[in-house]
T-cell receptor, first 114, second 111 residues
C-alpha cells in the first residue's frame, strides 16, 4: 500500500512571501500525483496533477506552480503568496497504470497567509 | 462544468440508526464513484468505491449507484459517534485525472 508524506504540517506566511510545499510517495511506482486545495467548509479544488516526471497539468490559473523533479516527489510553489492562498493543501496519489483508480491523500498542510 | 452536489447538512442521527448520505452528479459519462470520510482538521480517507449500478456493501457501509438518475448514496448502518465526520462524494471519468469532489455532508451521530 502507498504512503504519502507532506510537510510542513502547518505554515503561517505573510502576504508576498514565497511558498514551497513538498509531497513524497512510498509504496508505488509511476504514480499519478495531485495537489488539491480545500478552503474552510468547502470541497476539494484540484490545482495540479502529474502523470510523470516533469509532466504537470494545471487546472486553474493562479499564482501557484507545481513541479515533479522525481517520480515520487511533487512540489507546490509560489513566488508571492496572496491572502486567498490560505487553505488546507492536500497531496494525493493513485496508480498511474490503473484506470479509474481511487486516490489516497497525504496528511495535508494547513497554510495561513497573514 | 462537471458538478457534484451534496447536501451540506448537518445531518444528525441517533446512535444505532441508519445514516443516509446522498450525492448527485451532472456528467452522464462518469464512470467511477467514491466516498471519503474527513474528520475535522484531517485529510480525507477512502471508505468505498463503486463502478456499477446497484449496491455494494462493506461492513456497516453500503454504497448505492443509479447511473440513470445520476445519483450515488452511502448508507451507514448502526451509526456510531465515531462516524461523526464530513463525508465527501467524488465522481470520476475513465481517466484518473478527471475526479471531481462534492463539498461534503457533515454527519453528527448523537450518543
Amino acid at each position: 500500500s502507498q504512503t504519502i508524506h507532506q510537510w510542513p504540517a502547518t505554515l503561517v506566511q505573510p502576504v508576498g512571501s514565497p511558498l514551497s510545499l513538498e509531497c513524497t510517495v512510498e509504496g508505488t511506482s509511476n504514480p499519478n500525483l495531485y495537489w488539491y486545495r480545500q478552503a474552510a467548509g468547502r470541497g476539494l479544488q484540484l490545482l495540479f496533477y502529474s502523470v510523470g516526471i516533469g509532466q504537470i497539468s494545471s487546472e486553474v490559473p493562479q499564482n501557484l506552480s507545481a513541479s515533479r523533479p522525481q517520480d515520487r516527489q511533487f512540489i507546490l510553489s509560489s513566488k508571492k503568496l496572496l491572502l486567498s492562498d490560505s487553505g488546507f493543501y492536500l497531496c494525493a496519489a493513485n496508480r498511474g497504470l490503473i484506470s479509474m483508480d481511487e486516490q489516497y491523500f497525504g496528511p495535508g498542510t494547513r497554510l495561513t497567509v497573514t | 462544468q462537471k458538478e457534484v452536489e451534496q447536501n451540506s447538512g448537518p445531518l444528525s442521527v441517533p446512535e444505532g440508526a441508519i445514516a443516509s448520505l446522498n450525492c448527485t452528479y451532472s456528467d452522464r459519462g462518469s464512470q467511477s464513484f467514491f466516498w471519503y470520510r474527513q474528520y475535522s482538521g484531517k485529510s480525507p480517507e477512502l471508505i468505498m468505491f463503486i463502478y456499477s449500478n446497484g449496491d455494494k456493501e462493506d461492513g456497516r457501509f453500503t454504497a448505492q449507484l443509479n447511473k440513470a438518475s445520476q445519483y450515488v448514496s452511502l448508507l451507514i448502518r448502526d451509526s456510531q459517534p465515531s462516524d461523526s465526520a464530513t463525508y465527501l462524494c467524488a465522481v470520476g471519468g475513465y481517466n484518473n485525472n478527471d475526479m471531481r469532489f462534492g463539498a461534503g455532508t457533515r454527519l453528527t451521530v448523537k450518543p
